[in-house]
């Protein structure tokens, strides 16, 4: 995929652990406690921003509300029998219904949603140190983290 670029909007947790993972990615972190100045701080790094192409995979309503504030021709999420939250409200085009919930059944609708002909899964992802220090952390730590 050559050429592409890819931006994901992410919880401040979650961008923690994966920013060091993925750093070819753009990543905006969006602190999901949000308050309206938050929002509006999104709002404000996405203005003039167009994508070709909004993947809405979080089945949350709060997820599919920031999907407002993207620019793209195409909201794709998940078919009408697997949204939640009333996720199918605010995409245009959705994943091919599958029989199974399995994770790569899933994986392999989103990419032939994209165009995509599906590879066996590889399963083979490097984690650098401080990622796998920083998840060590949060499992052992008893607190919630929302």
């Not at 701080?41 to 599919?64: K, M, T, W, Y």
């Not at 909201?75 to 009408?80: A, I, M, S, T, V």
């Not at 995409?91 to 219904?97: C, D, G, L």
């Amino acid at each position: 995929m050559a050429g592409n670029r890819f931006t994901w909007i992410i919880g401040k947790l979650e961008a923690k652990l994966m920013t060091e993972l993925l750093p070819e990615i753009e990543f905006i972190t969006f602190d999901k406690a949000a308050t309206l100045r938050e929002w509006w701080r999104l709002r404000a790094a996405l203005s003039g921003r167009r994508f070709d192409l909004l993947l809405d995979l979080q089945l949350s309503f709060r997820a599919s509300m920031l999907s407002r504030l993207i620019d793209s021709p195409i909201k794709l999420g998940f078919d009408r029998r697997r949204a939640r939250e009333l996720q199918w409200l605010f995409t245009n085009a959705q994943i091919e219904p599958a029989t199974s919930e399995h994770v790569p059944r899933l994986v392999h609708g989103l990419v032939r949603a994209c165009g995509i002909a599906p590879k066996a899964p590889h399963w083979d992802v490097p984690l650098p140190q401080g990622a796998l220090q920083y998840a060590r952390q949060i499992i052992t730590d008893q607190r919630p983290h929302y």
